[in-house]
Nanobody
């Protein structure tokens, strides 16, 4: 059974940085084949895609985070990262990672709160 576990969320002041990690287990040697994404859901809003990295390492970002967030992956560690810089209060949300290869798997989410 594939499991994804996020970590690294927390409370940060506007302009600060956080690095989220999402560790996968149960993928065996297939992790490198997975497309990996970070999504977020703010209270009262729909879940939205923040960033995506394909198995070939092509990247895609939501317009709202371009130039501030960076997604990366370490296939040797079965982990995907989201480096978030210049955080804004509107980035406050629960952040979820997902992985897709034949089917899609989701993590449980980690809270990011940007507030002074």
């Amino acid at each position: 059974q594939v499991q994804l576990v996020e970590s690294g969320g927390g409370l940060v002041q506007p302009g600060g940085s956080l690095r989220l990690s999402c560790a996968a287990s149960g993928t065996g040697s297939l992790f490198s084949h997975y497309g990996l994404g970070w999504h977020r859901q703010a209270p009262g809003k729909q879940r939205e895609l923040v960033a995506f990295i394909s198995s070939a390492r092509s990247l895609n970002y939501a317009d709202s985070v371009k130039g501030r967030f960076t997604i990366s992956r370490d296939n040797a560690k079965n982990t995907v990262y989201l480096q978030m810089n210049s955080l804004k209060p509107e980035d406050t949300a629960v952040y979820y990672c997902n992985g897709a290869y034949l089917r899609t798997y989701w993590g449980q989410g980690t809270q990011v709160t940007v507030s002074s």
